[in-house]
Structure formats: C-alpha cells, structure tokens
C-alpha cells in the first residue's frame, strides 16, 4: 500500500533509506554468512534423516507387511511403535534444534540484529562514556 506522505517535504526518507542501505550490506558481512552456514550445518544433515526414517517407515508399510504387522505385546504392532517414534523424532528433533540455536544461532543472530537496528551504535556511545537518553542516575565520566 502506497504511503499518501511519501514524496512530500515533511516525510523523512533517510531513516528508511539507511536502514535499507544496512539491510542490503547485511547480506554480505561474514558474521551473517557465519550464521547461514550454521543453520545449514544443522538443518540440512537433520532434514535428511528425518526423511530417510520417515521414507524407511512408509516403504515397510507398503512392501514389509508381514514385519509391520508383527505383534509386540497386546495389540502394538511393529507399524504402530514405528508411526509413535515418528512423533517422538520430530520432538526429538525440534528439542536438540532448539538447543543448538541457543548456543550457536540465538548469540551470533542477537548480535547482528542489535546492529541492524542501530542499538549497538547506541551501545558503543554509551561505551565511549556519552549518555544516550540519560545515564540512569550515574554519572558519566567520572
């Protein structure tokens, strides 16, 4: 949807235009080429897994019946222990990715949107001992 303000001398562009001009370079900077790789590195070997236990379970069910219909104990079959730890690997799964995204995702990805939105910019003011927006009842450069 089109902005009516836009064009006219009281909208300010330069803020949307530098926050696209950091978005752009974004792309290119190694933390966030780091951080791509890291996901790959994770999603790509657990995706393929994930659909080879699922393909095994669905080629069993289809040409091994006489395995699939193996009674357990009671009325639990091999197909059904087999569909339940389907359910379990997708659990499985989502809790040791979100494990690893903590450590290995979340910090790098925290790091990259805070300068993204200029708050390390912020940061780095305040650092150099000029308070941005108050110095919280602290006196700065003491």
Same mark, same amino acid.
């Given at each position: 949807?089109?902005?009516p303000?836009?064009?006219?001398?009281?909208h300010?562009t330069?803020?949307?235009?530098?926050?696209?001009?950091?978005?752009v370079?974004?792309?290119?900077?190694?933390?966030f080429?780091?951080l791509?790789?890291?996901?790959?590195?994770?999603?790509?070997?657990?995706?393929?897994?994930? !659909?080879?236990?699922?393909? @095994?379970y669905v080629?069993?069910s *289809?040409?091994?019946? /006489?395995?699939? #219909?193996i009674? &357990?104990?009671?009325?639990?079959?091999?197909?059904?222990?087999?569909g339940l730890?389907?359910?379990?690997?997708? !659990?499985?799964i989502?809790? @040791?990715?979100?494990?690893?995204? *903590?450590?290995?995702? /979340?910090?790098? #990805?925290?790091? &990259?949107?805070?300068?993204?939105?200029?708050?390390?910019d912020?940061?780095?003011?305040?650092?150099?001992?000029v308070?941005?927006?108050?110095s919280?009842?602290k006196?700065?450069?003491?």
């Open positions: 949807m089109d902005d303000q836009r064009g006219s001398p009281g300010d330069t803020g949307e235009r530098d926050t696209s001009a950091r978005t370079a974004m792309g290119t900077d190694p933390r080429v780091e791509k790789r890291r996901l790959k590195v994770f999603v790509f070997p657990m995706s393929i897994a994930f !659909f080879a236990w699922y393909l @095994l080629l069993m *289809a040409f091994a019946r /006489d395995t699939m #219909a009674v &357990l104990f009671g009325s639990v079959n091999v197909a059904l222990v087999f730890l389907q359910f379990a690997t997708t !659990f499985g989502a809790f @040791l990715y979100a494990r690893y995204a *903590a450590r290995r995702l /979340d910090p790098l #990805a925290e790091e &990259l949107r805070a300068e993204l939105s200029g708050a390390a912020d940061r780095a003011t305040v650092e150099a001992g308070a941005v927006g108050g919280g009842g006196a700065v450069n003491e």
